[in-house]
């Protein structure tokens, strides 16, 4: 018998809905969580390495919120490895007013991963999920498998498909 493969609760939750796909090690720069290290590191293209990002919307709509309560939503947008999110396009894709990125320290509490080790299956709570729409020019893209050293590759019809996401314009 060889040795079992580490599987991954992001590989435990494709496995059991049946969706193929392919962990995929690389070696982690602890000083470069980049996705662009992460792409030099695979020998893949920058494009086909996508960077799952939590952001915090407001709402728009009346403010009508009682006193103390949480008038922010959350929602995560996956994006080629070397783009930046453009907020308001991000904001409109969710129905929000405005958007801003969640602070580092609420990542880990919020969906169970780290930065650098952050996929967009398997997080505590299901949020709205947005994938920019260069993900379809592909027939595999690259997302974090949940850890840091290990990437999902990945069909992303299959992957929006099964975490229910919206492609749109986020960049």
Do not use: W
Request: proline share 6%; charged share 20%; hydrophobic share 40%.
């Amino acid at each position: 018998m060889g040795k079992k493969e580490v599987k991954t609760n992001v590989a435990r939750l494709l496995d059991k809905a049946g969706i193929e796909y392919s962990l995929i090690p690389y070696e982690v720069d602890p000083d470069n969580l980049a996705a662009t290290h992460v792409a030099e590191s695979l020998g893949e293209d920058i494009s086909r390495v996508f960077k799952t990002l939590v952001l915090v919307g407001e709402p728009s709509g009346p403010k009508g919120y009682a006193a103390g309560a949480r008038s922010a939503g959350y929602f995560v947008c996956v994006i080629p490895g070397d783009a930046e999110v453009d907020l308001k396009k991000a904001a409109r894709a969710a129905g929000m007013k405005s958007a801003a990125m969640l602070h580092m320290k609420e990542l880990l509490p919020l969906t169970g991963y780290i930065r650098g080790g952050c996929s967009p299956i398997g997080m505590k709570k299901p949020f709205p999920t947005f994938f920019h729409e260069s993900c379809l020019g592909f027939d595999y893209i690259y997302v974090s498998a949940g850890q840091r050293g290990l990437q999902l590759k990945i069909n992303p019809d299959d992957l929006v498909g099964y975490v229910g996401a919206t492609v749109a314009d986020l960049i």
